[in-house]
């Protein structure tokens, strides 16, 4: 899972639109936009600067936040309502026949997928002329999975970046397009990676989609043999093994400081 980052050094900023309540349209390429959290934000914001055509965006319903149980809604959403664009919230992607019935009318080009939250059928994957494109927060085929900017920082990388990749019906496992790499500093933590990487990612896609429009000739399949996985952070991860080096535990500490928190037990407590 990737979490709500709190900024960080080097953060590197597009420029936002401001002002707008309807996009210019230039027909460059008929794009369905997928995407949940703040960190899909920086992608769908280039998209509209670039002035791509975006048809649809699809993001997680409106969910009970904070301690009012606020129905809240996510921040795709509420960038996609600042331009006026058509907005789908499904419960279950899978089971959404009449989703899957308006996307085929709609005939996209691509599908750009960024942190949706939800795994797309392969009936939904086939439907785009350039297929479905994920934004992946790792070098692939290092750390497929859900958590890839924690695992980074606590096994101690010393290089993330992300990966542009088409989508097909593994985890992770499609031909990469584009990656771009970004240094992780000394006290680089999870939620200071990812502030970064939501933009680097951005940044990548913008010079990634000429690529995909020339029909994916740049297309690389992932060394399979190579893989390693990053799954989702457990509360357990996060105490603290006092046995393990002090390098150790401060990449644990550094790596779970959004969630959960490196812990420890005083004895006879």
Not at 52 to 74: A, E
Request: glycine residues 8%.
């Amino acid at each position: 899972m990737w979490s709500r980052g709190k900024g960080g050094d080097n953060l590197k900023t597009l420029p936002i639109a401001i002002g707008k309540s309807r996009i210019e349209k230039s027909g460059n390429m008929n794009i369905v936009f997928m995407g949940t959290p703040d960190f899909a934000v920086p992608t769908l914001q280039m998209l509209i600067n670039e002035k791509y055509n975006i048809q649809l965006v699809i993001t997680q319903p409106d969910r009970p936040k904070g301690r009012g149980n606020t129905l809240t809604m996510s921040p795709v959403k509420e960038l996609a309502l600042k331009y006026n664009l058509e907005i789908r919230q499904p419960e279950r992607i899978k089971q959404d026949e009449e989703l899957y019935e308006y996307l085929k009318k709609l005939s996209p080009d691509l599908i750009v997928v960024v942190a949706f939250g939800q795994i797309l059928p392969e009936t939904i994957l086939n439907i785009p002329k350039f297929g479905c494109i994920n934004i992946h927060g790792s070098l692939l085929p290092r750390y497929r999975g859900a958590a890839p900017i924690q695992w980074s920082i606590i096994n101690n990388e010393q290089i993330a970046g992300v990966t542009i990749m088409y989508m097909d019906k593994g985890m992770d496992t499609g031909d990469i397009i584009y990656k771009k790499e970004i240094p992780i500093l000394p006290n680089e933590t999870t939620s200071s990676l990812y502030s970064k990487m939501m933009y680097i990612g951005a940044d990548a896609l913008k010079e990634a989609l000429p690529l995909i429009k020339a029909g994916g000739k740049e297309r690389e399949e992932q060394n399979h043999s190579a893989a390693t996985y990053a799954p989702m952070i457990t509360k357990a991860l996060g105490e603290i093994d006092w046995s393990k080096t002090a390098d150790t535990i401060d990449c644990l500490v550094r790596g779970v400081e959004n969630w959960p928190g490196a812990y420890t037990y005083r004895k006879g407590a």
